[in-house]
């Protein structure tokens, strides 16, 4: 996930900063709060733009005179009531944070935390009404620290357990509450690993407030929070679309999947059909994990390039993808963090959906393309006004949704919309996803992080995600996918291959400037006589 920071105050936690953003007030002008800028967390190299605010799209949307009421429940915002409909149409969405620890994590810690946390943030402790009608709502729930807290022996590995949360969080009951759990895994037998997974449905936080949830788990980080619920994205920011961009997508969402066969526009970027319907699909998971070194060395080639380290992920995805796929066309989509955005919004350090995506489509990906033209044609792209405005109000279509009452129906029209989706020929909005939640301060007795999403049948057919350390974590990276949707899975092996080898390649600085072509650069053959020389890449 690609984080919008701006240069006006936004707390953090570090150095004993407070872990919380109070209510929003009317801001007063001030020299050191006009200027921002766009980063990839802290992964990035450099910053890759400054712009005047009052130029800025996302500027000139913050609600800067909307203050926070106190309140235990309200409708959900778009993108929640969004994440509850994927859950009532049985693909939920489940967010899953993994600490491999170096020893066993006292329990009664985890317990103390768990309590500051769902005192801090009452979004943690709430539950959600009117799941069947067009209004659905948080409402206050009953949960204790014991609802929350898990414990068993496993010797299960980091896949495995990730998998198993997962699957446990798409049972979560979302009309009775929790929609969070902290499970612990001590090992069976002397040897084996410890692990703590933070697990949260998509209605409740998105991926930086999950990671942001753990961070206060495991550390002795002051907790302390609001007295009401945080306010949905569209309470904080306008994110209503243009009239163009309303007209362009229910023309190409709504009405074109209901012409006849042969005037249905067609896309080519991959996978342009499926081999089954996905939603039927099981959810499977894959990792790779760097050894510390790889931030390091990616920080450096990342200022030499001018580019950030998001952006390297990114093309070096594209690439290996590419190969694996062998589509020279691709779509590519980025969650992109509005969390805090101006400094004074009352957006929470965790719990929430402050969240909107762009989307990329690469066409014509030949061997004659340069890995690091790709990389700035991207990089461009990422802080075009224009592009962000249209990932923003991306989260105001969802309102236009056809929804009409659900009067004794076992679905609203939001449900049947994602049904019908996920029905469809061409179900996946994009080929990939990549989600990066920027490199995480070092917590005590954290060795290794993972991030992982369950995947969307009517979202990116392929789910990356990144999650860092500055400590010694190095970086994690996931991939989720429904498994059969297009064919085996040795599309996702070989992505995962090249990429690995492309990661490690790009850090060592062994990927030139200038004129080398995008398969050799990239790890990508598209010719049968490049098998041996991808084969061979170490």
């Known amino acids: 996930m690609v984080t919008v920071s701006y240069s006006g105050h936004c707390e953090r936690l570090r150095d004993g900063e407070r872990a919380h953003c109070r209510a929003a007030r009317t801001p007063k002008p001030s020299a050191a709060a006009t200027p921002y800028t766009v980063h990839v967390s802290k992964i990035t190299g450099t910053p890759y733009t400054t712009m005047d605010p009052l130029q800025s799209p996302v500027k000139r949307r913050l609600r800067t005179n909307w203050v926070q009421p106190v309140t235990l429940e309200r409708r959900l915002g778009n993108y929640e009531r969004y994440s509850l409909a994927r859950t009532s149409a049985g693909f939920s969405p489940i967010i899953v944070i993994l600490a491999g620890v170096s020893s066993q ?32 709502s948080f409402q206050p729930g009953d949960v204790e620290v014991e609802d929350v807290l898990h414990s068993e022996e496993s010797m299960a590995s980091e896949n495995e357990i990730m998998a198993r949360e997962m699957a446990i969080g798409a049972k979560f009951n979302v009309e009775k509450g929790p929609l969070w759990r902290v499970g612990v895994y001590k090992p069976s037998q002397c040897g084996g690993a410890h692990f703590v997974a933070a697990t949260f449905s998509h209605c409740v936080t998105d991926g930086l407030g999950a990671v942001t949830a ?17 306010p949905s994205l569209e309470s904080t920011i306008d994110v209503r679309p243009s009239v163009s961009k309303l007209v362009r997508v229910i023309a190409g969402d709504l009405i074109a999947p209901k012409l006849p066969s042969f005037l249905r526009p067609t896309s080519k970027a991959w996978p342009s059909q499926v081999q089954a319907q996905p939603h039927h699909c099981r959810i499977d998971l894959k990792s790779l994990h760097f050894s510390p070194g790889i931030l390091t ?91 962000r405005e249209e990932a923003v109000s991306g989260i105001g279509m969802l309102g236009y949704i056809p929804d009409p009452d659900p009067e004794n129906l076992p679905l609203t029209g939001w449900e049947e919309f994602l049904l019908d989706k996920a029905a469809s020929t061409s179900p996946f909005a994009a080929s990939f996803e990549l989600s990066n939640l920027g490199a995480v301060d070092p917590l005590p007795g954290v060795e290794r992080l993972w991030f992982a999403q369950s995947a969307n049948p009517v979202g990116s057919a392929l789910n990356v995600n990144v999650v860092g350390s500055t400590g010694d974590g190095g970086l994690g990276v996931t991939v989720t996918w429904r498994s059969g ?11 995962l291959d090249v990429f690995q080898r492309g990661l490690e390649r790009v850090a060592e600085g ?7 072509p995008f398969y050799q650069t990239s790890f990508i053959c598209v010719n049968q006589h490049l098998i041996a020389y991808v084969s061979n890449l170490g």
Do not use: M
Request: glycine residues 6%; hydrophobic residues 35%.
């Open 485 to 495: 949707a297009f064919g085996g899975d040795e599309v996702v092996d070989g992505f």
């Open 510 to 516: 062994r990927v030139d400037e200038g004129n080398a």
């Open 297 to 387: 060395s990616l920080r450096r080639v990342s200022k030499q390039h001018n580019v950030s380290i998001h952006t390297i992920l990114h093309t070096i995805a594209v690439a290996s993808l590419r190969w694996a796929s062998s589509s020279p066309d691709i779509t590519t989509e980025t969650p992109i963090s509005l969390r805090g955005a101006g400094g004074s919004l009352a957006h929470p350090p965790t719990t929430g959906n402050y969240v909107c995506t762009q989307r990329t489509t690469w066409t014509r990906l030949y061997e004659s393309t340069k890995f690091w033209e790709l990389a700035n044609r991207y990089q461009d792209k990422l802080k075009d006004p224009w592009e």
């Open 105 to 136: 994590t006292s329990i009664d810690n985890l317990k103390s935390r768990i309590y500051l946390l769902l005192s801090a943030f009452p979004l943690l402790r709430s539950r959600i009404a009117g799941t069947k009608t067009r209004e659905p």
């Open 214 to 230: 753990i961070k206060l788990l495991l550390s002795d980080t002051e907790i302390e929070g609001a007295e009401g619920l945080p």
